[in-house]
């Protein structure tokens, strides 16, 4: 195999694994979107506390993977990422219900990280 076709194979590499993450990044904040808009509105969350915190604790790190898998992208990759799919819209989408859940629960560091890693996956995503 000569040098161009390896560097191609790299390249298509490289573009089908962000696009991977880009997905997976879509998927998070979906699903931590909807964890959130309900958290402390239904009924049956409140009767769960501890088994909520574990869930809040487990989108949270979700939330912070993303971010360390976003800042160690290059530029191309972030730019690939911000491009194929509209992030900050996602971040933004998944902020308010997060600022919602926070608004009930103001002490919690769990909620503060969730929203400093967001606040971070958009810097990066719109910069």
Same mark, same amino acid.
């Not at 191609?8 to 964890?35: C, G, H, R, S, Y």
């Not at 160690?72 to 859940?101: C, W, Y």
């Given at each position: 195999?000569?040098?161009?076709? %390896?560097? /191609?194979?790299?390249a298509? $590499?490289?573009? *089908?694994?962000?696009?991977?993450?880009? !997905? @997976?990044?879509?998927? #998070?904040?979906?699903?931590?979107?909807?964890?959130?808009?309900?958290l402390?509105?239904?009924?049956?969350?409140?009767?769960k506390?501890?088994?909520?915190? %574990?869930? /809040?604790?487990?989108?949270? $790190?979700?939330? *912070?993977?993303?971010?360390?898998?976003? !800042? @160690?992208?290059?530029? #191309?990759?972030?730019?690939?990422?911000?491009?194929?799919?509209?992030?900050?819209?996602?971040?933004?989408?998944?902020?308010?219900?997060?600022?919602?859940?926070?608004?009930?629960?103001?002490?919690?560091?769990?909620?503060?990280?969730?929203?400093?890693?967001l606040? @971070?996956?958009?810097?990066?995503?719109?910069?």
């Amino acid at each position: 195999m000569n040098k161009a076709s %390896a560097g /191609v194979d790299d390249a298509a $590499k490289t573009v *089908e694994a962000t696009i991977k993450i880009a !997905e @997976k990044m879509v998927d #998070t904040l979906d699903t931590t979107k909807e964890f959130f808009k309900n958290l402390f509105t239904d009924p049956e969350n409140k009767k769960k506390k501890k088994e909520l915190e %574990a869930r /809040v604790e487990e989108q949270t $790190k979700k939330i *912070e993977e993303l971010a360390i898998k976003l !800042e @160690k992208l290059d530029e #191309t990759q972030s730019e690939a990422i911000s491009r194929f799919v509209n992030i900050s819209k996602k971040v933004h989408e998944t902020m308010g219900p997060l600022m919602i859940a926070f608004s009930y629960d103001p002490t919690s560091e769990t909620l503060k990280r969730a929203i400093q890693n967001l606040t @971070k996956i958009k810097s990066i995503t719109e910069s």
